[in-house]
């Protein structure tokens, strides 16, 4: 039987727009969690398909579950999402809670994924921000075809200590993207512990940054994230090499190297500081050692643990 959490209370935003297809599968997760949150504000971003409805099915049963619905816009942007998040952000604000959450519409998990984070933030007082491996359909899954590894928390679903939260004052809108990745990465390089634990895992139902947009164009603006997020030229030579050897092949490797071109050669403004990219670079740097120095040795590299600490 499900149960609100005493020791460890937690909140939890959704930003959704036009999420149909997927929130319900979202929200019957939710509500089988063997620990509650405090409240759930679900943010419906100007939604023109049933997205507000689904969701309002379900306000009168679950009084934690609380629904805000921001004025209709014509674009979707990263920093919208910011925007709606601050909005339910705003209504938890006053509440008692050690840890606040940003899950995406278009997740879903086991009955016990709160339970066990919570447990992870309990465990260790320095633990900032705490998340899961995820798994796509075709087999794809963050813990073995990204090189992100256990230190990054994917932003379909990151819990934030609530103290960590607000020392890195929040999420940055920027309308290309790239908002969980600086949390987390600023979270990292501020002192706090960030991990991704392989243990659990929650499942995506779509494809990685295709909401609206074809294969190539995802990939093609991941380039551009990486240029303006920092990433070292170096470490991109090895990241386009790498996504040619994974669905879809040359395509996806390629739109990602054009991406990385075409904005360095724009000269996009980056949204983060100098401190933040130097300490990005530095990581890869060593991520990209440890790699060389494994494949020189025959060992296998074990992409989500690449830096072992």
Sequence with gaps: MSHRCSSLPYVLITPARNEEAFIEKTIQSMIRQTVLPTK???VDDGSIDST???VGRYLARYDWI???QMPRRRDRSFAAKVYSFNAGHERVKNLEYEVIGNIDADISFDEDHFEFLLNKFGEDSTL???????KEEEGYSSESHSFEGHNHVSGQCQLFRRRCFEEIGGYIPHKAGGIDWIAVTTARMMGWKTRSFREKSFFHHRPL?????SVFAASFSYGEKDY???GHPVWELFRVAYRMTKKPYVIGGTALGLGYCWALLRQIERPI???VMEFHRREQMLKLKIILKSILKFKRVDSFRVIPN
């Design 40 to 42: 759930w504000v679900i």
């Design 52 to 54: 507000a409805s689904i």
């Design 66 to 68: 609380e629904m805000i």
């Design 128 to 134: 900032g921000v705490g998340g899961t491996i995820f």
């Design 209 to 213: 940054g295709t909401a609206g947009r």
């Design 228 to 230: 303006y997020l920092g």
């Design 273 to 275: 500081s100098h401190n």
